[in-house]
């Protein structure tokens, strides 16, 4: 598998509070929101957590419990330190098991599926927005610059119980994958980010090309993101 993943500041920000990982088969980004700084610390425990996560064996399983995990680490974190009060964070993760693609998620960044020239969302947002776009009162472009936008409805460190959405592809030779967080989305659109994907064939000139878009139309946050080839082999 060929894998490309950027994180940047942006152009407005004085801290990049998202976090990600690639490695051991899973894919993780998270964008973290909390005053003073909090929010980087609640995005690195959380992908701190799954990527120390020990036993795959069962991958649903295995993301359901490491998400569980990483929630109860950034609420023990916060309740430290009354600098970390209320910091939370989003997470999206992906763990490959053969042509199965094995998905958790919380909040509202996002991953993609890029196959044939055409882009798919898989996850859905946690968000006030999202939740309205699912129930057909707002549309695509309205919920991408409406002002509450980045009001989550789901987020790491937001109580002791977590839902968390799990939900398993199957993918096929030549998918391409991409993991976001709002940083991008809130500034390029998807048929731009589509554009893109479809027109750079290296996923590093991909992620490069995504992250410039977005800190052209102002970078008003920071933006990570991850895309990965699948190839045939990667599925046996
Ligand atoms: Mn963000």
């Known amino acids: 598998m060929l894998v490309s993943a950027l994180t940047d500041l942006g152009r407005v920000r004085r801290v990049n509070e998202d976090a990600l990982h690639v490695g051991g088969d899973l894919l993780v980004v998270a964008d973290g929101m909390g005053g003073h700084a909090a929010g980087e610390v609640a995005s690195q425990v959380a992908v701190a957590t799954i990527s120390a996560w ?49 998905v958790a998620h919380v909040g509202d960044s996002r991953l993609y599926l890029h196959r044939q020239h055409e882009l798919s969302a898989v996850t859905h947002d946690h968000s006030v927005v999202g939740e309205l776009m699912r129930i057909g009162g707002l549309s695509k472009e309205e919920a991408r610059v409406h002002p509450q936008r980045n009001v989550l409805t789901r987020a790491l460190g937001a109580g002791v119980h977590l ?74």
């Open 163 to 236: 839902d968390v959405d799990l939900l398993t592809i199957t993918l096929r030779p030549a998918d391409r994958l991409l993991l976001c967080t709002d940083g991008l989305l809130n500034m390029v659109n998807e048929a731009e980010i589509n554009q893109i994907l479809s027109a750079c064939k290296a996923p590093a000139d991909a992620t490069a090309r995504l992250v410039h878009a977005a800190n052209d139309r102002g970078g008003f946050d920071n933006i990570t993101i991850i895309v990965a080839d699948i190839t045939k082999e990667d599925l046996a």
């Open 54 to 102: 020990p036993d795959w064996s069962l991958p649903a399983q295995a993301l359901r419990a490491a998400f569980t995990a990483a929630n109860e680490a950034v609420l023990a974190r916060a309740a430290q330190d009354t600098a970390y009060t209320g910091m939370g964070t989003t997470m999206t993760a992906c763990y490959f098991r053969g042509d199965q693609l094995f």
